[in-house]
């Protein structure tokens, strides 16, 4: 609040003085920051009427031009990433499909699998149709 205080402040007395010889900054002996169109009575104080700028100056236009076109990069950076994100989710949706469309192909007929001890292991034929409903829900979840 006392920021916005001291700017509109400050741009009062920018408008105010616009005409004026001089518009001068100084720091007070408690750390006060103070502007004046004349110097304070001791001490010192920096001319600062040469450093401001006009409020409507052409640059205002330019510097707003060239924040929109950072602004479109940006977006188009963040538009690409997403499209690259999406083709990426559609190809390991794509490899999920086809992998338990193949696990199915492989459930068709007598199927035995083997252990980690390298024994060939056997399933019942309730087994291999359980196994295939649950790829078959699979495949629907996955490839639509």
Aim: charged share 20%; with cysteine; aromatic share 4%.
């Amino acid at each position: 609040m006392r920021t916005m205080q001291l700017g509109a402040a400050l741009l009062a007395l920018v408008a105010a003085t616009a005409a004026a010889d001089g518009l001068y900054r100084w720091v007070d002996a408690d750390g006060q920051v103070h502007y004046s169109d004349q110097p304070p009575p001791q001490g010192s104080a920096e001319n600062v009427a040469g450093a401001l700028r006009p409020i409507n100056s052409a640059d205002a236009t330019q510097t707003h031009v060239a924040h929109q076109s950072q602004r479109d990069t940006v977006e188009q950076q963040y538009a690409a990433r997403k499209q690259q994100q999406a083709a990426q989710y559609r190809r390991q949706m794509a490899n999920a499909c086809n992998s338990a469309r193949r696990d199915l192909q492989l459930l068709q007929g007598r199927v035995a699998f083997v252990d980690e001890n390298g024994a060939e292991v056997r399933i019942t034929e309730r087994e291999r149709q359980q196994r295939a409903a649950a790829l078959q829900r699979r495949i629907a979840e996955v490839c639509g």
